[in-house]
Each structure stands twice: as structure tokens, then as C-alpha cells.
């Protein structure tokens, strides 16, 4: 772990640092007397309250909001404490000490290095004698020189080691290092990025902490449209947002992100005035995503394409970030016509035409509770137990709140249940705790521990199954159930003896003993008729689970319509095997 960093050494850069320097850099600053004065960055106002002390501090007369140096880095950047001390020590050239802990140090020197490598793709852009098909590109995207200027755009020519002969003064290692070479099989290195057009991604800081590429031009077949850094020391795909940096220079404020797919969709964005999106690299939006993101704005608007694949991917959305909707947080979703993303969409539009899209977008628990509806037929007491039953497990992931209580209020009048009833069964902390891929049902386990008990007290009567329902049966089943299963298939001939004395010491044995106590009421003649039953209801019921727990992380209408298939052919006790899970 981290050591912690002296106090002793947070008291000396706040002495030491300069604040006027450190504020006059985010905001425009005018000497008023011995002090500095502004507009301040925390609240939107015409006339000038926010009093920047030498001493240290910050004053805003209007909003109230006060500080130090790095409690406005804090603020102003989004950062952890940690991360702004760093900040202002960077600015001093000193190194922060920490008070014990086994420190793994990341290299300053990479920060060199990418910031190198982005000067040199800016320059190829304007100098390479390949860069002319680069510049035609992004003019033809309707970029203009200044947006490439401010995103930091860059040129990656052809050929194997022009990056790497560029920055050969920083060895191969610490180009490695830094995600920039690649190694093959035979250990020689090369470039990574190799003609394409290079966008630098940076932190909050404004640091270069990776690259992504995007293909152009004819030649491209078989090549991924976007390409980005490997995972490095400073560069974490999964945490990291493109454009984030660039919207808070933009704006001394925000209060919405706008989160879109690519690269290209925010810098279209960004030339048409619309200065506020982030694209995730590559990935699907997550949980660390909305939590990186919140710390910035209290409103996130998820911009997805209006098919399929957009409507699972807001779906991922609302799993991802349902437990991070504290108090005061939204959620919205924005779908966009057919064939069209943001950027063409607002280049054929314009502005406006996005940002009203942007204002009418949908919020979560809208889209939440009609999207869980699909297919379902609400006058049928059948489908309204099935939304609940959607429902309660993701309900349950919210943090206590408005949105939940909102949410428990509107299922309860859909389903026409007890309130009460909704709410003690997502209360507590294990419900709290709950991911779409929920605990399985009560009617899943007492067919679990039915069938257990045959088994333990008869286990030949596996025989009434054919090889292939057993071996569907040893592929669907969970904990103990699989445990005996997985046994009896390599002791087809074992007695309730033999299976005992297998799982003596084991933690199950108690259980399985419990299971062969009582009276055996069960006749002979029909305990294999009644086995093969039994397990055929509990591979319908895993299987529907399992479709359940798939429309949940998917929710798409072809997900749905599985999962509903499967339920009404288990309550109509419909035998089609085709549905068993393999």
C-alpha cells in the first residue's frame, strides 16, 4: 500500500507554491490591490467575487466556495488529494515522500517520453511527405487546423522504426516502456502506430498517458479501425476517458458530459461548438468510468446508436453505473437516428440539432423500467412477476437514495405489489450488493436440494437419464449439486455408502447426511422416473436463470425473447431439451 504523505510536507508546498500562478493558469486572474480577483470556476457569475491571497487561500464571496492550493486542484481538476500534491510538487521539481509502505515508483522520465512522441506525430503531420493523404483525411471529416491544434492531433507514417528512430536518444526499453514499440516473436522492436491518424489521450493533468490510432485511407482491410497504448504504467484502457482533459480547458465549468463512442465523434463535436464529450477507448463504458466522470459533473447524457448493439450497450450503461448514482447524480440516454453517429449527425444537422437531442434525453429510470418491459404484457399477473423479478436485483445495486425509493415506488404500482414487501426484499447490505448476475432463485434451490436428495439416497437412479441430459445436468448444476454429480459420473455404480464416505471430512458431508435422514417415503419402481423429472424441471429452471441473467447484462429484445420462451414452456412444463444449457 501507499504510504501516507507527510503533513509536514502538504504544509511546505502550500507555503512554497506560488497560487496565483496555480489559479491564474485555469482562471483569468486581475490584480485588485495586494490581491488577485476573477470570475470564479465553481458557480456561473458576470461580475467578479472570487479573491485569489497570497497567503495561500481562496476566497469566493458569491458561492462561498474557499480553499488552498490544492483543495482548488482538488476541485477545479478533479483530482484525489494524493494526485494534486503530486501536482504542485511536479511544479517544484521535488519528489513527494511517503511514511513507509512498499512504494512501487512510477518512471517520471515516461511522461518524457509520450510527451516526445506527441511532438513528433504533431510534426509529421504538418511535415511528412505522407502526411498530405493525413491532412486531406481530417479536412474531409470537416476538421478544421485549430481543433487538430487543440486535441493535440498527430500523424503516425508508414514503415516499421520511424518513431522508433526518432526518440532513439530514450533506448528501447523506456519506448517499451511507454506503450510506443512493440516486440515479435523473434524480439526485434517496432512501432506500434504505423499510418494512422494519432490522437494523444491525457490525464487530468494534461499529461500525454497514451495514444489511440485510427486507420485511413484505402489499404485497411484486415487492420482494427482504432488502435490504442497497451496497458503501462500510467495508461489504464479501462479507467480512462478520451477528451476529458480538453472539455474542462474548454469550459471553466461543466455540468454534463456528453459520452460517445470514438475519437472522431468527440473532435467533430468540439468543431461544431459542442465542447463537453468523452469517448471510452475501445471499451464499453463501466463502473469505473461513471466514477471517474462523476467526480467531474453531476449529470452523465450516454449517447448510443439507436440498433441493437446501441441498445446493449446502454444497457451495460445502466449496470455499470447504477452503483454509483449517489444523491444528486443523473443518468440520461440519448439514441440517434439510424445510420447515424454523432459526428455525421452533427455535421449534416448542426449544433443545435444535437444539443436538443442532448436536452430531451431519456432519463435512467425511465429507460430502466420501459426498457425491462419489453415483451412483457403487464395485464397478465405472469409477466408482472417477471418484471419484478428483473427488476429487484439491479434496483437492489442502487445506493439508498431517490432514485431507488423512485424506482421501488413505480415497480410496486406496475406489479400492483406491497411497497414493503419491494422494499425488504433489496434492504440490507447483501442486496445492496447484488449484480445482474443475482443469486439464483428460491424455486432454483429447492429443485437443487429435491433432486440432491434423490440422488443421495438413491444415486443409481442417475440411470433414468440418457448420457446426454447427464451431462447436461453435470454442465448446469452449482455448489454441492455439482460436486455429487461430478462424482456419480465416475462411480456410475456407487450406493449411498460409497458417495458418503467419498465427501467424508469434505464441508458438504454434514449436508448430504442431513439429506438421507427421515423417513424414505419415495418407492423403489419410481425413483428413476422421478429422478429424470426432477432433473429435467431443474435444467429448465438453470437454463431460464441463465437466460434471466443474460437479458439482464445484455437487455436485448432477442435476450428477452429467450428468456420468456424458456418461462413459458417451464410453466407449461413443455420438455424441449433444445433449451437445456450446454
Known sequence: MPGRIPQSFVNSLIERVDIVEVVGSRVQLKKAGANH?????????????????????????????????????MDVDALTFPEAVESLADMLGVEVPREGGDVRRVDPGIYDVLDAASNQFKAWLRHHDEAPSAVAYLKERGLSGEVARDFGIGFAPPGWQGLKTALASFGDERLLAAGLLAKGDSGRTYDRFR???????????????????????????????????????????????????????????????????G??????????????????????????????????????????????????????????????????????????????????????QGADAFNALVAEAASVGRYFLERLQTGLDLANVDDRATLGELALPLIGQLPDGELRAVLLRELARLTRSDLAHLEQRVAGDGARRASATAAPSGTESKLATTLLRLLVRRPQALAGLDDTERQQLLLAAEGTLREVLGFLAEQPEADTSTLLGRFVGDPVHPQLVALCAGEDVLPGTASESDCRDCARRYLHERNRQLLLDAYRQVGTDDAMRRYLDAKRQQTTGVDDRRNAPM
Request: aromatic letters at 12%.
Open 263 to 348: 475519437y472522431m465523434d468527440v473532435v467533430a463535436l468540439a468543431q461544431h461548438g459542442i465542447h463537453n464529450a468523452v469517448a471510452t477507448l475501445g471499451t464499453a463504458i463501466g463502473e469505473a468510468h461513471f466514477a471517474r466522470l462523476y467526480k467531474v459533473v453531476d449529470r452523465i447524457v450516454c449517447c448510443f446508436d439507436g440498433d441493437d448493439a446501441g441498445r446493449e450497450a446502454a444497457w451495460k450503461a445502466v449496470n455499470a453505473a447504477f452503483p454509483t448514482l449517489s444523491a444528486g447524480r443523473r443518468l440520461d440516454f440519448v439514441f440517434l437516428p439510424d445510420g447515424e453517429d454523432p459526428d455525421t449527425l452533427v455535421r449534416k
Open 195 to 261: 499510418q494512422r491518424i494519432v490522437f494523444p489521450i491525457r490525464d487530468t493533468r494534461g499529461r500525454v498517458i497514451g495514444f489511440g490510432g485510427r486507420i485511413f485511407g484505402a489499404d485497411t482491410e484486415g487492420q482494427p479501425k482504432y488502435l490504442n497504448s497497451p496497458e503501462t504504467d500510467v495508461f489504464h484502457k479501462g479507467q480512462e476517458v478520451y477528451g476529458l482533459f480538453e472539455a474542462r480547458r474548454a469550459r471553466n465549468r461543466l455540468d454534463t458530459v456528453v459520452v460517445v463512442e
Open 37 to 73: 480577483m476573477g470570475l470564479c470556476p465553481f458557480h456561473d457569475e458576470k461580475t467578479p467575487s472570487f479573491h485569489v491571497y497570497p497567503d495561500g487561500h481562496y476566497h469566493c464571496f458569491g458561492c462561498g466556495a474557499h480553499g488552498t492550493t490544492i483543495g482548488f486542484l
